[in-house]
């Protein structure tokens, strides 16, 4: 929260370095492209984004369900508005869940179950993303979607393996208590030598302590494998969803003519795993790039740049602003009514 202004700023200055650096050449045709708009595949690509939402809240909403039954699925929904908010505005989009986990411990549960629920929510992402990653290199290697570019073919290469690690290391910290007493260990030994930790000994029980607590609640999704199944399901067909978005604004732009479903996903999918990790708010500049060099093999010029113009607004700047008003209403919601409890 203390940085929000600051982020906020950085958002604001590459935004408009992106938009003068996509605009100074083809203004006149990108607008004529933004304003010739069918309305009717427009709301239709809207319509579509909130399908994806819904589909992505519901595995959300189904781990919550695994600790907390009483929860309806309207403070999920609440919970993954908030969270595109905190995601848009901090780097790495390392905000929403602990927003999220702050959040349900207000509505009564743990820190510890709120962390594992975040946790595993992340972990059926990460699954479904890998898979469609492969899925997606696979269709390259077989129909040759893409020019070779060297830097797009390294940073996708370097954002599939950092996605892989990321999943492995969360199953890891999930189900395995021994590897979370070893990371414990590790980081209370170095603030020990920093002077941060004060009574290592002490800090150490405690801390394994929770380590139990938490493997303890880990394991409720895992046992329950068809919930665990069930989630990563909605998370496929969410991403696959996000992933044919561009193809369906660009027949609203009535820009479709080379696309597909087939090259929507894969460059899609090559988009995501390669601009996730700019750290940046947002992975602002480097999803453009992305997205400029992936689609640019089936658009060209004006068409692809109001392309990606109304692909970033509706998939992330309009998603953050929604976020940022739902979150200050019900905030502010929550201020007043603990002051009138303490009045």
């Known amino acids: ?26 203004y006149h045709e990108i607008m004529f492209h933004l304003k010739n708009a069918n309305l009717l595949w427009l709301f239709i ?10 589909f992505d809240q519901l595995s959300l909403h189904n781990i919550i369900k695994q600790y907390n039954n009483k929860f ?19 780097p790495l989009a390392t905000g929403g869940q602990p927003m999220e986990v702050y959040e349900m411990h207000k509505k009564g549960i743990s820190y510890s179950n709120g ?7 992340y972990i059926v992402f990460q699954i479904a993303l890998v898979f469609w990653a492969i899925v997606s290199i696979t269709l390259n ?24 690690i990321i999943l492995i290391v969360l199953f890891m910290v999930s189900f395995s208590k021994n590897f ?13 030598k920093l002077n941060i930790v004060k009574d290592k000994e002490n ?23 068809k919930v665990f199944f069930k989630c990563v399901l909605y998370q496929v067909i969410s991403l696959s969803i ?9 027949w609203s732009l009535n820009l479709g003519d080379n696309l597909n479903i087939v090259n929507s996903i894969a460059a899609s999918s090559y988009i995501y795993v390669m601009g996730c990790y700019v750290p940046i708010p947002g992975a602002s500049g480097g999803m453009e790039y992305a997205f400029l060099g992936f689609f640019g093999n089936f658009l060209t010029d004006a068409p692809l740049k109001a392309l990606l113009i109304m692909w970033r607004f509706m998939t992330y700047y309009a998603p953050t602003i929604v976020g940022a008003l739902i979150f200050n209403i019900f905030n502010n919601q929550d201020n007043k009514a603990e002051k009138k409890e303490i009045s």
């Open 1 to 26: 929260m203390k940085h929000t202004k600051r982020n906020s700023i950085i958002i604001l200055i590459v935004t408009v370095l992106v938009l003068l650096f996509i605009l100074k050449d083809d």
């Open 45 to 54: 690509s809207i319509g579509l984004y909130f399908v994806y939402f819904l």
């Open 72 to 90: 309806k699925f309207q403070f999920s929904l609440y919970l993954g508005i908030i969270t595109k908010f905190f995601n848009g505005i901090t």
């Open 115 to 121: 962390a594992n629920i975040v946790i595993q929510n």
């Open 141 to 164: 290697q077989i129909l040759h979607l893409f020019e070779y570019i060297p830097i797009l073919q390294q940073l996708t290469v370097i954002g599939f393996i950092i996605n892989f």
């Open 180 to 192: 979370n007493r070893v990371l414990v260990t590790f980081f209370i030994n170095i603030g020990a």
């Open 203 to 225: 800090s150490l029980k405690k801390w394994n302590e929770k380590c139990d607590e938490y493997y303890e609640n880990a394991k409720v999704l895992l046992h329950n494998k």
């Open 242 to 250: 996000f992933y044919v978005l561009p193809l369906f604004i660009a």
